[in-house]
């Protein structure tokens, strides 16, 4: 038993929280070393609105929602679209997620005490055909509890490692190197930095007050990807998605900036799908912002118009809710990097929930009346009132004209003509009176009536935009939010890292976001949702399971 440990795990979010339990449980000693505070273990994890990518669920079956591996897996493949000789592990990563997702992974977490919302969301809808994009049926399966909800029972399980003295923090250790002894990683090296009680997700302290060695027999990456970093969310921008942003906002805070991934790769790592990432376009910027240019996502439902910068309307399929990378690649082609949501009260109030734990009081606080009140109230959800009220990228109006002059006053640029907006929202509000509609848009509001949850809690009945009835007119200035990226370093399924050569680098895993959430990108291009935690969980379970096997 020499070293410092069995198994040194790098970073405290959830995949390496979940890694470090495993090792723990399997009686092995492990360090995790993160470079922020106590105060921020769980990571990205816990500022999430908590969803979980399930197939077959009981919460589904209640629902009547058919659902299946093969069309699941069908729903995957054709939304990953892996075209490229690296995808050999990203795709088998794929099919044994999605095989975790319709098997153990509910009631894995469920023996921990998770749980979950009864209402099962319907997330990237897609609206191509059955073998493209888009979950055919719903999937998104919110924690009760939200973010908080999915790191507690981890957390939990570390606290009693810590304990027994199988567990132990390095919080305030930043890494800066790897170290590799006749060819097998066994430790880390790097700096200590100064304690900083700053609050959870605002920038710390890099002050160094010391250096640190530890010496282990495997080492986990698991320190998360590079949102909080635009440089380098810039430098890996693909063409094929446009220019990057001149603007944009950070779904993640700033220390989620890549650094340990270039340490990582500097080590001899092979990073691969570098240019696949995951940006939202529905964001807002938080008008009481915890980390540099926080912004938070709008998780709309199907009926608010969406205009880009110049007026025009977004073509189908490109609705709210429907194809997230699809709608980025459009809206780059305009030659901006905004959009716009038209919608009203009625809309609003239904419709927009906030991603996010800290936006969702009532669900992350575990209030059954709170939560209740989502129906029932007259206004929108309280944080969403808020944002509407504070928040810089929303116009409220009466009328369209004073909305539309609103809207040009706060991007200053004048590009939206009255009566251009108006000649589609009133052509849309035509086909409102009948059930059956060539537009495409009020199709998806028919066809998501029909399934109950999105009835009771997530779509509007259907209306029309310019009826004063359901005002007052809302717009919604949307800017692109960034947030995940989607390849890493690649992985075998016990997520052991090959080196640049091909071969396994003896004694070094990566999980979670660091490793494209396995494999270096088992999401291909793009993600079905609810698919980035369960990402994290499935890869840290099999790095740690791995890690503490291989430790003997």
């Known amino acids: 038993m020499a070293g410092d440990a069995d198994v040194i795990v790098v970073g405290g979010g959830l995949a390496g929280l979940v890694a470090a339990t495993e090792v723990a449980d399997a009686c092995k000693r492990v360090v995790l070393v993160d470079q922020e505070g106590e105060q921020n273990l769980g990571g990205q994890a816990f500022w999430s609105f908590g969803g979980l990518f399930l197939v077959d669920s009981p919460e589904q079956r209640r629902l009547g929602i058919k659902d299946s591996y093969d069309l ?78 999915i790191v507690e029972p981890f957390e939990r399980r570390a606290r009693e490692a810590q304990a027994s003295g199988r567990l132990t923090f390095r919080f305030r250790h930043r890494v800066d190197a790897l170290t590799i002894t006749r060819g097998i990683v066994d430790g880390v090296s790097g700096s200590i930095l100064e304690p900083d009680n700053v609050e959870r997700g605002k920038s710390s302290s890099r002050k160094v007050t010391g250096d640190f060695t530890l010496k282990a027999q495997a080492v986990i990456v698991a320190s998360g990807g590079i949102g909080g970093n635009h440089d380098l969310v810039r430098q890996n921008w693909p063409k094929r998605l446009g220019d990057a942003p001149k603007n944009m906002i950070s779904g993640v805070p700033e220390h989620v900036d890549g650094r340990m991934i270039g340490i990582t790769e500097a080590a001899g790592a092979r990073l691969i799908n570098r240019d696949r990432m995951w940006h939202y376009v529905e964001g807002i910027k938080n008008w009481s912002p915890i980390w540099p240019r926080h912004g938070i996502r709008i998780l709309p439902g199907p009926s608010s118009m969406w205009f880009d910068a110049t007026g025009t309307r977004l073509p189908s ?15 780059m082609g305009t030659g901006y990097d905004y959009s716009w949501f038209v919608l009203t009260q009625s809309i609003i109030k239904k419709e927009f929930a906030l991603s996010g734990s800290e936006q969702n009081p009532d669900l992350t606080g575990k209030s059954w009346l709170m939560t209740a009140r989502r129906a029932t109230n007259k206004g929108a959800p309280g944080p969403v009132e808020a944002f509407k009220t504070h928040g810089v990228d929303f116009v409220v109006r009466d009328n369209l004209a004073d909305l539309v002059t609103g809207m040009n006053s706060l991007n200053g640029d004048n590009l939206l003509k009255l009566e251009y907006l108006k000649a589609q929202i009133e052509a849309r509000d035509r086909e409102i009176d009948n059930a059956y509609v060539k537009d495409t848009q009020v199709m998806n509001i028919h066809n998501a009536r029909r399934y109950i949850g999105d009835r009771l809690i997530r779509t509007a009945k259907p209306h029309r935009i310019l009826d004063p009835a359901h005002g ?81």
């Not at 399924?493 to 004694?507: A, E, N, T, W, Y």
């Open 472 to 552: 007052p007119l809302i717009a919604v200035k949307l800017n692109i939010l960034t947030r995940k990226t989607l390849g890493g370093f690649e992985t075998d399924l016990d997520s052991r890292v090959f080196d640049r050569d091909g071969r396994i680098m003896p004694g070094l895993y990566a999980a979670g976001e660091a490793a494209g959430f396995g494999g270096g990108g088992m999401h291909g291009y793009r993600s079905l949702e609810g698919t980035f935690l369960g990402g994290c969980l499935f890869s840290g379970r099999n790095a740690g399971r791995a890690a503490a096997k291989a430790a003997g």
């Open 317 to 331: 399929p490109l609705f709210p809710g429907s194809d997230t990378l699809g709608q980025l690649q459009y809206i």
């Open 72 to 149: 699941a897996l069908q729903d995957w493949m054709g939304s990953a679209g892996f075209d490229r000789d690296e995808d050999l592990w990203p795709k088998r990563w794929a099919q044994a997620y999605v095989a975790f997702a319709a098997g153990e992974k509910r009631g894995w977490l469920r023996a921990m005490g998770h749980r979950i919302f009864p209402v099962v969301g319907w997330a990237e809808r897609g609206g191509y055909d059955a073998m493209s994009h888009g979950n055919s049926v719903p999937r998104f399966h919110v924690s009760w509890g939200t973010g908080p909800g």
